[in-house]
Nanobody
Framework: QVQLVESGGGLVQVGDSLRLSCAASGLTFSTYPMGWFRQAPGKEREFVAAITTSGIRTGYAVSVKGRFTISRDNANNTVYLQMSTLKPEDTADYYC?????????????????????WGQGTQVTVSS
């Protein structure tokens, strides 16, 4: 049974930093591209960042590029999202997801439908 468990969310001030973690179990973690998505109240879930199986390639939504960094630790089955210079518009529930497709180590997807497994989410609130 695949489980993805996010942690690290909370209430922060504008300009602060926060690191989210996602611990995976029940899958061969190093073979799954991983992604982070977020969903603000009343909005669709949107892509934030993704990383290939080894971590050699990463991708970001335009809105977070330069402020957020995705990384992974395959030895500990964990993917991270380091968020800095947080803005009120970053307020959302953040979800990690695992993509079950076999792309090799050259590709990640930014499409929600590509991801087979999802965590339960962790809430991030950025207060002004």
């Amino acid at each position: 049974q695949v489980q993805l468990v996010e942690s690290g969310g909370g209430l922060v001030q504008v300009g602060d930093s926060l690191r989210l973690s996602c611990a995976a179990s029940g899958l061969t973690f190093s073979t799954y591209p991983m992604g982070w998505f977020r969903q603000a109240p009343g909005k669709e879930r949107e892509f934030v960042a993704a990383i290939t199986t080894s971590g050699i390639r990463t991708g970001y939504a335009v809105s977070v590029k330069g402020r957020f960094t995705i990384s992974r630790d395959n030895a500990n089955n964990t993917v991270y999202l380091q968020m800095s210079t947080l803005k009120p518009e970053d307020t959302a529930d953040y979800y990690c997801a695992a993509d079950a497709a076999n792309y090799g180590d050259n590709y990640y997807s930014s499409m929600r439908r590509s991801y087979a497994f999802w965590g339960q989410g962790t809430q991030v609130t950025v207060s002004s």
